[in-house]
């Protein structure tokens, strides 16, 4: 491995591999923090409160199991994605970075890979990366859909998600890993293509074949339209609880929680969704003419508004579902 030193590249391809690393250590220490509540609610297997029922209410108190079941897979798959991205970051330094080339996928960087015998490994990184991301977008919405509904249960004891709802987020989550899936597999058979390899058992990246697959390119495309489509659905979601919880229940502590979801979660996947959208934009731009401080604009506001929302989204959930929980002891110490 003596000729891997990311050292000897530019300041921005060091920033972006360090960006990817705080990513991956972020989701590492969240993590940590969902693991205990996490694994004390499996082994309580409720997903109601004991003793709980009144008659005010539809039905008993939720409690957080339903959120953890979501958030904690979701952290894991973050980790190991990112995990894998900033390996194959740095794996890829055993070749040439490209910094005139068109940007790939999530506004990375092309490269060469003539001679190295990393090609094969980068590769499997890449579609694991892509992979666990995929996993991860779903059980994101997921986590945030249902969160907000206990919430909002919990706050006004009207019985949430509705039959609806509950049919609609399972469709459309559904939807996103078939559609995600798909493309995953389809880029799989894909990579075997030797376009620009560096011989018969050189693999292609995941951002070569959005590149070079229109199969592929198309079938991620719908993925990542339904993802937003997706989002803003739980978004308006979480927007009319809020609403209803701030008009039926006003003094309760769950009115705070929803507005915080409200206010600061929502326009995190706003943002996100905004990006989602750019990235596609950008495989049908060539990038190659821009000028450096426009390529550095693009790949900078892609990684930190993406990944650091991302982190932020997940911060909140868990927060929320710490205080949901009361009977957990996290960051040392007892809610009740």
């Not at 550095?296 to 710490?322: D, E, H, P, S």
Request: charged share 15%; proline share 3%; glycine share 8%.
């Amino acid at each position: 491995m003596s000729d891997i030193n990311i050292t000897n590249e530019r300041p921005s391809y060091q920033a972006v591999f360090s960006l990817d690393v705080i990513t991956a250590a972020g989701a590492l220490i969240l993590l940590g923090l969902a693991s205990r509540p996490t694994f004390k609610r499996i082994k309580q297997r409720r997903f109601t409160a004991p003793g709980k029922e009144n008659s005010a209410r539809d039905g008993p108190l939720k409690t957080t199991l339903g959120t953890y079941l979501f958030l904690w897979p979701a952290l894991l798959c973050l980790f190991v994605a990112y995990v894998c991205r900033f390996v194959s970051d740095l794996l890829k330094t055993s070749g040439t970075i490209d910094y005139t080339s068109d940007l790939g996928w999530n506004g990375r960087r092309a490269y060469t890979l003539i001679g190295s015998e990393y090609s094969s490994s980068i590769s499997a990184l890449t579609f694991t990366t892509t992979l666990a991301t995929i996993f991860f977008t779903v059980l994101l919405n997921g986590g945030v859909w249902i969160h907000s509904s206990h919430v909002q249960e919990n706050g006004t004891g009207i019985s949430t998600p509705k039959t609806m709802s509950r049919i609609w987020n399972t469709f459309i989550m559904f939807a996103m890993l078939g559609t995600g899936v798909a493309a995953w597999g389809l880029g799989m058979e894909a990579r075997d293509i030797s376009t620009g390899s560096s011989g018969p058992d050189a693999l292609l990246s995941w951002s070569n074949v959005m590149s070079h697959d229109r199969a592929t390119r198309i079938t991620y495309i719908v993925h990542e339209a339904i993802v937003v489509a997706a989002s803003l659905s739980v978004s308006a979601e979480v927007l009319r609880e809020y609403g209803t919880t701030n008009k039926n229940a006003h003094g309760s502590p769950e009115r705070h929680d929803l507005a915080r979801f409200a206010f600061v979660v929502v326009p995190l996947i706003w943002l996100r969704d905004i990006f989602i959208i750019y990235d596609i934009i950008l495989l049908y731009v060539d990038t190659s003419g821009w000028s450096n401080n426009a390529v550095l604009a693009t790949t900078f506001l892609l990684v930190i508004c993406r990944q650091f929302a991302t982190l932020a989204i997940l911060g909140m959930v868990l927060w929320g579902a710490w205080r949901m929980g009361r009977s957990v002891s996290l960051f040392g110490g007892s809610y009740a």
